[in-house]
């Protein structure tokens, strides 16, 4: 949902509008998707990484908009709190040397960053959930200044009726309640963006659920909200919670939520759009003035505004993305599932793992799909959000399996497989998912190291829980400028 919005109320009739233009291009989407030519040819791909903003003293820094206007830089962004920035790397292939590319460009990129927030003495960390966080923290005057964020907040808080109750269970265990979404703003991920062509776009969505439990297995790095330990991945349970519109009577009727794994496997992106307008009413009924059936009788290509609107305020693991560039529409899977950081090399080694396991395993001869429920996707997907790296998970002819020995043995070599059809560098290939082997090997990620280093502060030097999470992320911070891989950082 990433434009601006200048209304604050939305009338009746705005909603039976909206309502009736999302379902509009709903069918004009279901005409292109017959018979319309969609940029496929040579799959390109994206980088979102989320930020954080600290002072000196390891605190949130809440100074989005002015290092914003210091790096004047379209790249980067705002996103829902103040403490927080977005950049968007420039989308490219992977084929040969793409990753290296990457790694150049958003290294470079976070560098400028780096020396322009000094200037309001601000640093920037990569990091799921910022521990040193509090609820006096997250509170609704803390979001960013763009007024989408506040309607967004009066749209779902309205929506619900009540407060929002947070009630995560883990190591430790938080109960408290908020009265707006700032809580979300906690919640900093890195998104990977794979466009495909509509015949496939099922297999590569498919796929993408069957691994979500995978991937936040290996790339958890959030396990401390308002100072208790929680899930290895709380951003998982924090994100659901913080921006559910159902109260509990809701729940129980068996209402969806807004931030949703689903309920299927699916056979086209359609069945995504077409779940999105049957089961969520909309939470900013904005009409623009196309009429796509129109546009598309004409030869043009429609914008689907509301369509893509709606799209962005269902909050899915892995979502559907229709856009256009360069003239043409193209679709995406945005694969939401991972946290910031810690590093650049560790970001870019889930990226290899995903995209390759991806392909690999939307290309095969028997999908997963096919052997796997979708309830047991699901239930990896949380189990491995709670226990991270230790988790154990469901998998065809395996049964239950520790997700490390799942990698190792039967992923990582179709990951490399997948790479190799894309085209990259096998120097490259090796490099990355070489990473995702030694943390294999090791048992150790984000969330490990996090949690081992505020056992060390505590046990060895007798630091309270506060001063050890400050203690940590000063730590992480300067780990993370070395842009070694987590795996093999020091606990001290």
């Known amino acids: 949902m990433g434009q601006d919005v200048s209304r604050d109320a939305f009338t009746r009739e705005d909603r039976v509008r909206y309502r009736h233009k999302v379902r509009r291009c709903l069918d004009v989407f279901a005409l292109m998707l017959d018979d319309f ?32 206007a210091d790096i004047a830089d379209p790249t980067f962004q705002t996103e829902l709190g103040q403490f927080n920035l977005e950049l968007n790397a420039r989308p490219r292939l992977i084929e040969g040397t793409g990753f290296a590319d990457y790694e150049h460009d958003l290294t470079a990129s976070l560098g400028r960053a780096e020396d322009r927030a000094a200037k309001s003495d601000a ?3 990569l990091i799921g959930i910022l521990p040193t966080l509090t609820p006096r923290h997250l509170i609704l005057d803390n979001l960013s200044t763009n007024s989408r964020y506040r309607v967004l907040n009066e749209q779902i808080v309205g929506a619900r009726g009540e407060d929002i109750e947070l009630d995560i269970r883990g190591v430790e265990r938080l109960q408290t309640h908020t009265d707006s979404i700032a809580p979300e703003a906690a919640c900093t991920s890195v998104q990977f963006h794979l466009q495909v062509a509509p015949d496939s776009f099922a297999n590569y969505w498919n796929a993408s659920q069957a691994i979500a439990g995978v991937q936040v297995a290996l790339g958890a790095n959030s396990p401390y909200l308002y100072g208790r330990q929680l899930w290895a991945e709380t951003r998982v349970a924090l994100f659901e919670q913080a921006t559910d519109t159902r109260p509990d009577e809701l729940k129980a009727q068996g209402v969806r939520p807004r931030v949703w794994f689903g309920e299927r496997w699916i056979t086209s992106i359609f069945d995504l759009f077409e779940e999105n307008v049957r089961y969520f009413p909309p939470l900013l009924p904005i009409c623009e003035d196309e009429d796509p059936v129109e546009v598309l009788h004409n030869g043009g290509v429609p914008q689907l505004a509301e369509l893509r609107l709606h799209n962005g305020t269902v909050y899915r693991w892995n979502r559907p993305v229709y856009d256009i560039m360069n003239g043409r529409p193209h679709l995406r899977v ?24 991806a392909r690999d395993l939307a290309e095969a001869d028997r999908p997963i799909w096919s052997q796997l429920s979708f309830s047991a996707a699901e239930e990896n997907f949380h189990a491995a959000a709670r226990r991270g790296i230790e988790a154990t998970v469901s998998w065809p002819d395996l049964g239950e399996v520790r997700v490390t020995d799942l990698v190792l043995d039967v992923l990582l070599p179709r990951a490399a497989r997948g790479l190799d059809r894309f085209g990259v560098s096998p120097t490259h290939r090796d490099r990355l998912l070489g990473v995702i082997e030694e943390r294999c090997r090791t048992g150790r990620n984000g969330s490990v190291w996090q949690t081992e280093t505020v056992w060390a502060a505590e046990r060895g030097r007798g630091m309270d829980r506060g001063a050890a999470l400050h203690h940590m992320v000063q730590r992480y911070r300067e780990l993370q400028a070395t842009n070694e891989p987590v795996h093999t950082w020091p606990v001290e």
């Open 37 to 68: 030519g969609f940029d496929a040819d040579r799959p390109m791909t994206g980088l979102e990484i989320e930020l954080n903003l600290i002072d000196p003293a390891a605190e949130p820094s809440m100074r989005n908009a002015e290092v914003l």
């Open 334 to 357: 945005e694969n939401r599932v991972l946290p910031a950081g810690p590093t650049v090399i560790d970001m870019l080694a889930n990226a290899a793992f995903y995209f390759g396991l």
């Open 123 to 125: 640093r920037i960390i």
